[in-house]
Every structure is written in C-alpha cells, then in structure tokens.
C-alpha cells in the first residue's frame, strides 16, 4: 500500500510538472496580430487576418497628427503632419521587419508575435 | 486519508518549485521612447522589473542631460551659453567623444552639429540641401579645437554647437548595463534604437542572436551575429535621408566636406565591449570608407570587430567574427 501511494504521489508530480511546461511553452497563435501603442501604452490590437474592407485610425498627441490604414492582412501609417513623415516613407507593417515608428507623435505599431529568428537587430 | 494528506503536501512542494523555477525565468520587457527613439529593454531573472525599471530611468535621466532637443539639457545650456560647468556624465561623455575623435583622426566630430542642422536633420526642422556657401560657413566652426575642457569647465568658441547624438546612445547603454549588473541581473538585452549591448548569455545559455539589417530592405536580414557581453552598432545612410531633384542625401556628415559621407559604404557594423567605442566608431568608420576602416582596423583590433556592406553589396567581416558570424550571402574575411 506505501509503495502504491507513492506511485501515484509521483505520478501526480510529473502530471503537475507536464501541465506547468505545456501551459507555459504551449505556442498561441497570434502571427497576424498587430499592436498599435501611444506613449508605451497599448491603443488597439488588431488581428489583421479577420480585416475586411479598409479602417482608419487617428491618433492626436502633442506635437502632430497620424491616420493609420488597416485593410486584410496590411497596416500602414497612411499619413502624418510631423515634417520628417519617416512613419508613412517606411510603408506597410512586414514581418521581420522594423516596426512602424512616428517618433514626434511616440507612436509604435508592430506585430506581437515576432519572436521568429533572431533576438534583436541592428540597423542604421 | 493519509494519502490525501500526502498529496497535498506534495501539491503545495510541487507548486513552490514551478514558482522558483518560474522566476528564475522570469522575464520583464519595457519599450520607451528617449534620445529620439525607440528602446527596449529586456531582462531576466526575479528582480528584473525593478532592475529594467531603474535602467530605464537612468537612461532618461542621461537624456535630460545630453539631447540636443531639450532646451534644458546641459548640452542645450553649452551650446547657447558657450561655457558651462559640466555634470560627471556630460564631461566623461565629451571625454570619450574627444578620445573617438583622435583614433579615427576627425572622422567622429561632436562639433559637426552646424552641419547636421542646416541639412535639416533634426526633429521640427524640413531636410533641404544646402547651398555651398552656408556649408562653407557651418564649416568654419567643426573640429575639436573649438572645445576648450579644463577641470570641470567646459567652453565652446562663438559659433561652436556640439550633438553627442553619435555617442550618447552608446554611453547610456552601457550606464544602464551597469546599473542592471548591479541589479543582479545576468541576462539581458538593450536595444537602444539599434543600438544593441547584450549582458551575459541568454537564459538557457547560448548567445544572443543579432541581425544586421539589409541595408536595400529593412525586413530583411544580411547575416547574424551570435554574441554574448557585447555591444553592436550599426550605422547607414538608409533609414534616415531625404530625396531631392532624384538624388538621395542621408544623415551622417562627413565633417571634412560638409555632406553627406560618402565613403563608399551603405552599412558599418561595430562589435566591441566598450558600448561608447562602438557607438562612435560605427559612425566613423562609415565616414572613413572602406579602406580607411580596415586600417584602422588593423592597427586596433583589440578594440573592435566589425560588419562592412560596400556600395556594391560586398560584405566583409574581420578576422575575429569568423566563428560568429552567419549568412546566407557571400562574404569576405578582412587579412590584416
């Protein structure tokens, strides 16, 4: 009888210890989704894979004016009032890569899941 | 019953060790906005929030003192005022800037702020290009000799602004490195606008992997570095430039001519321990060129590693990043 407890304590252990690991690496599938962020705080999150037609987001801050145009499966800043405009030069959100930055408006638009390759990158 | 009993105590043990294991894996992120970009910070361990926290903080606080946006920033103060007594930080950081000045011989140059501003390459402020004479003008005021340094005291001649832009990030991530040692932390990765420095080796061990832009597409990648304790720097003249009448200009000036650099290169990667080193060296070596890097190189490879993409899409590397360094595009061992 002790030696069968004890199987089953163990045997409830690894079950406990599988369900930890499965819960923590288990991968969501959230490849398509997009976030827009304002001043480190997240404005909307998007899954551009359930977008039909075409929407408009306006964001206001303090030193300029962005719209952002969602349509399936793309995202772009469409247009900006700041004078360098690199948000709307950069063009339509890629995966792999940089995000989608309005620097004057602390405006950051990327995908939420882009942990594919490598940790960080640099670029000039 | 007493099964029962056992099965609870086991529970309660079981759960205690998911939790320790857990924090020895716990992760904390912050993305922000300072030194006109923006930063992430990633930290393992149980106390990285409060780490990445006080590392965040204090590359604001270096910030406030260094950019050249700010009108109360101490460099703001020095370059309407001419002459200020300096913090420990802004004088350390005018130090090492001078010191990057002498090892690439002017190729780094704080003092090309004149320049950089009537191209327009600051927020608020259209891109134009400017006509000769304003450039000959700018010119007149850039070169180190037009900063005066004793003890604390720090004066500029007349019409002698200074951006450590080229070198701030650098010196900050290397500040908030320190600050997150301190903290405990063993695992970490800051990635200052491109600017990338790495603390340890990643959580289970192996290096950090960082990509190196393709400089003709930014969703693509020209090869990868696998690093630990150590600082990248990327510098190019394709993320921030202008078009005018069909010809791109791009922001880093070559304080010899007053324009754009064009040495010959669309990308310098600089790999080195010192943050600061790699920061300025990676805008240098772009100014310099091809040829003139590798003998600089070659002179001071204990100091740094580097990444060159030539204008005709040749990539060379330098000898040390043999083991380190992947591509899928063909490259060239630099021989010293």
């Given at each position: 009888m002790k030696n069968r407890s004890w199987i089953i304590i163990f045997l409830f252990v690894i079950l406990l210890c599988a369900g930890c690991w499965l819960y923590i690496t288990y991968p969501d599938s959230r490849e398509e989704v997009v976030g827009i962020y304002q001043n480190g705080e997240l404005v909307e999150k998007i899954d551009l894979s359930c977008v039909t037609g075409q929407k408009k987001i306006t964001l206001t801050g303090k030193n300029c004016k962005n719209t952002i145009l969602v349509s399936a499966g793309n995202i772009e800043m469409e247009s900006a009032d700041c004078p360098d405009r690199l948000c709307v030069k950069h063009g339509p959100l890629e995966r792999g890569g940089t995000p989608i930055v309005c620097l004057p408006n602390k405006v950051v638009i990327k995908f939420e899941d882009d942990s594919g390759g490598a940790d960080a990158r640099t670029g000039g | 019953m007493r099964l029962l009993q056992k099965c609870c105590v086991l529970f309660l043990l079981a759960a205690a060790l998911c939790c320790s294991a857990c924090d020895l894996d716990s992760r904390y992120d912050s993305e922000f906005f300072a030194m006109d970009t923006v930063m992430t910070i990633t930290a393992y361990g149980s106390k990285s929030e409060d780490a990445v926290k006080s590392a965040e903080n204090e590359i604001n606080r270096l910030d406030a003192l260094f950019s050249v946006q700010n009108e109360d920033s101490e460099i703001c103060k020095l370059n309407r005022s001419k002459s200020i007594t300096a913090s420990p930080d802004t004088l350390a950081l005018l130090k090492r800037a001078n010191e990057v000045y002498t090892l690439t011989d002017?190729?780094?140059?704080?003092?090309?702020?004149?320049?950089?501003?009537?191209?327009?390459?600051?927020?608020?402020?259209?891109?134009?290009?400017?006509?000769?004479?304003?450039?000959?003008?700018?010119?007149?005021?850039?070169?180190?000799?037009?900063?005066?340094?004793?003890?604390?005291?720090?004066?500029?001649?007349?019409?002698?602004?200074?951006?450590?832009?080229?070198?701030?990030?650098?010196?900050?991530?290397?500040?908030?490195?320190?600050?997150?040692?301190?903290?405990?932390?063993?695992?970490?990765?800051?990635?200052?606008?491109?600017?990338?420095?790495?603390?340890?080796?990643?959580?289970?061990?192996?290096?950090?992997?960082?990509?190196?832009?393709?400089?003709?597409?930014?969703?693509?990648?020209?090869?990868?570095?696998?690093?630990?304790?150590?600082?990248?720097?990327?510098?190019?003249?394709?993320?921030?430039?202008?078009?005018?009448?069909?010809?791109?200009?791009?922001?880093?000036?070559?304080?010899?001519?007053?324009?754009?650099?064009?040495?010959?290169?669309?990308?310098?990667?600089?790999?080195?321990?010192?943050?600061?080193?790699?920061?300025?060296?990676?805008?240098?070596?772009?100014?310099?060129?091809?040829?003139?890097?590798?003998?600089?190189?070659?002179?001071?490879?204990?100091?740094?590693?580097?990444?060159?993409?030539?204008?005709?899409?040749?990539?060379?590397?330098?000898?040390?990043?043999?083991?380190?360094?992947?591509s899928q595009h063909n490259y060239e061992v630099i021989e010293i």
């Open positions: - | 002017g190729a780094f140059d704080i003092t090309a702020e004149p320049i950089t501003r009537i191209w327009g390459f600051y927020s608020g402020i259209e891109n134009r290009v400017p006509s000769p004479q304003e450039i000959a003008g700018a010119l007149k005021s850039v070169g180190a000799e037009h900063i005066k340094i004793s003890g604390r005291s720090v004066a500029l001649d007349k019409n002698t602004s200074v951006d450590l832009g080229g070198i701030a990030k650098g010196y900050s991530a290397a500040a908030a490195a320190q600050i997150l040692r301190e903290e405990g932390i063993d695992s970490a990765l800051l990635s200052l606008g491109g600017n990338v420095r790495v603390i340890g080796s990643k959580p289970d061990g192996s290096d950090w992997n960082v990509a190196i832009t393709d400089p003709d597409d930014n969703t693509k990648e020209i090869g990868t570095l696998a690093i630990s304790n150590a600082a990248v720097v990327t510098s190019g003249g394709y993320q921030r430039c202008f078009e005018e009448n069909g010809k791109i200009y791009h922001h880093i000036m070559d304080p010899d001519t007053g324009y754009p650099a064009s040495g010959g290169l669309k990308s310098v990667t600089v790999i080195s321990r010192d943050d600061a080193l790699a920061d300025g060296l990676s805008t240098a070596l772009f100014v310099m060129g091809f040829e003139k890097a590798r003998s600089l190189y070659s002179e001071n490879s204990a100091l740094f590693e580097g990444v060159f993409i030539t204008d005709e899409d040749d990539i060379y590397i330098t000898p040390n990043l043999k083991d380190i360094f992947s």
